[in-house]
Structure formats: C-alpha cells, structure tokens
C-alpha cells in the first residue's frame, strides 16, 4: 500500500521561507505523479503545484506561481515543495497526493489516488 508522510510545516512571519518534504512509500516512487494541495478552514482543498512522474514537466496554481517551486528527489523517495516569499494567505493545511504510474499530473484533487495526513502552515503577518 503507498503511503504519503508530509513534514516541514510551522510557523514563519510573512516574507519568510519553509520546505515541505513528502515521503513516499510501498510503491515505485519514480513511477508516480505528485502534487501539493492546501486546505484553510472553510474552504475547499485547492491545487499548490504538480510534477511528473520524470520530473520535468511542473505545474503551478497562479497565486504561488515564481514563489514556490516542487521537486522531487527519487532516490530518497521524496518531493519537495520549496515555499519562498510567503504571504498570511498561504496560511493552510498543506497535502502531498500522487497519482496512478505513469499518469499525467492533474490539477482535481479527486483525481489523485493516494495522500498524506497533512502538515500545517501558519504565515503571521
């Protein structure tokens, strides 16, 4: 069964930066697309960023577009999300997701097979 372990959330003051790390394991990690999703309360998860299962092909939701960049590493079985230049509204819950080998990367959560249990990110103004 693959399992998705988020990490590097906290607390930093706007303009500051953090990195997310997702984890990934029983599966063939390189086989995988992954994504970032956030959640704030009262509102429905939204698409952060995907990459592909070959790592070249990235995609970015508008408003973090040029602060925030998602890698992955496969032969540590994780991915990245580099947040930069944070804003009181990035304030959320952030998920890592992965898709099905070998699909393209999505921007529909429901689209997205497998996920994490969330790590919390708190921008203070």
């Known amino acids: 069964q693959v399992r998705l372990v988020e990490s590097g959330g906290g607390l930093v003051q706007a303009g500051g930066s953090l990195r997310l790390s997702c984890t990934v394991s029983g599966g063939t990690f390189n086989h995988y697309p992954v994504a970032w999703f956030r959640q704030s309360p009262g509102k429905e998860r939204e698409f952060v960023a995907a990459?592909?299962?070959?790592?070249?092909?990235?995609e970015y939701t508008d408003s973090v577009q040029g602060r925030f960049t998602i890698s992955r590493d496969d032969a540590k079985n994780t991915a990245f999300l580099q947040m930069n230049n944070l804003k009181p509204e990035d304030t959320a819950v952030y998920y890592c997701a992965a898709r099905g080998e070998f699909l393209v990367v999505e921007m529909e959560a429901r689209e997205y097979d497998y996920w994490g249990q969330g790590t919390q990110v708190t921008v203070s103004s």
């Open positions: 990459i592909n299962w070959l790592g070249y092909h990235t």
